[in-house]
T-cell receptor
Framework: GQNIDQPTEMTATEGAIVQINCTYQ??????LFWYQQHAGEAPTFLSY????GLEEKGRFSSFLSRSKGYSYLLLKELQMKDSASYLC????????????FGAGTILRVKS | DSGVTQTPKHLITATGQRVTLRCSPR?????VYWYQQSLDQGLQFLIQYYNGEERAKGNILERFSAQQFPDLHSELNLSSLELGDSALYFCASSGPQGTTNEKLFFGSGTQLSVL
């Protein structure tokens, strides 16, 4: 099975940079996704990593280290609309390549 | 709009009843996933279908069942409902290749309230 850990909550200031960490344990790692979810809404895709390194996409970047079972999502130039839950999800080739989500990190952006 | 359609948006029912949640994937997507999200838990993977066949199973209760039809829409059936089944149920789709880097597109969910 999988074990995915993220901080429960984080608070940051508008315009700042925040890093949300995710650690995972799985025997059949086959990719890591980050999703954003506003309260009561559907999750939306942010980024995907399968190889080690940094993937940059505008204000959002995601990093992966497979040997450490570690990823982070970096959000720059924070805006109030970035207040949401950020979900780390791991695809596991054992058991049909299912995508398993962590509990999510609630990010609060204050002015 | 993700292109994934879920109906109904809200469902209120009583304990012991049975309900059916419906999902239409994005045009061209062959994979359908069902997730349950409760207030105190994250997204819990229930089951995945690919082109009509079950591909992966999560912590889906025996009282729950699902299927994917030839037109690729999927239904999640929940029976003998209990208060604890109250949750937001999401359907997601990906594809058409069924490859591992395909991102999931989520529907807007069905909010189930069991009274």
């Amino acid at each position: 099975g999988q074990n995915i850990d993220q901080p429960t909550e984080m608070t940051a200031t508008e315009g700042a940079i925040v890093q949300i960490n995710c650690t995972y344990q799985t025997s059949g790692f086959n990719g890591l996704f980050w999703y954003q979810q506003h309260a009561g809404e559907a999750p939306t895709f942010l980024s995907y990593n399968v190889l080690d390194g940094l993937e940059e996409k505008g204000r959002f970047s995601s990093f992966l280290s497979r040997s450490k079972g570690y990823s982070y999502l970096l959000l720059k130039e924070l805006q109030m609309k970035d207040s949401a839950s950020y979900l780390c999800a791991v695809r596991d080739r054992n058991g049909g390549n299912k995508l398993v989500f962590g509990a999510g990190t609630i990010l609060r952006v204050k002015s | 709009d993700s292109g994934v359609t879920q109906t109904p948006k809200h469902l209120i029912t009583a304990t012991g009843q049975r309900v059916t949640l419906r999902c239409s994937p994005r045009s061209g997507d062959l994979s359908v996933y069902w997730y349950q999200q409760s207030l105190d838990q994250g997204l819990q993977f229930l089951i995945q279908y690919y082109n009509g066949e079950e591909r992966a199973k999560g912590n889906i209760l025996e009282r729950f069942s699902a299927q994917q039809f030839p037109d690729l829409h999927s239904e999640l059936n929940l029976s003998s409902l209990e208060l604890g089944d109250s949750a937001l149920y999401f359907c997601a789709s990906s594809g058409p290749q069924g490859t591992t880097n395909e991102k999931l597109f989520f529907g807007s969910g069905t909010q189930l309230s069991v009274l």
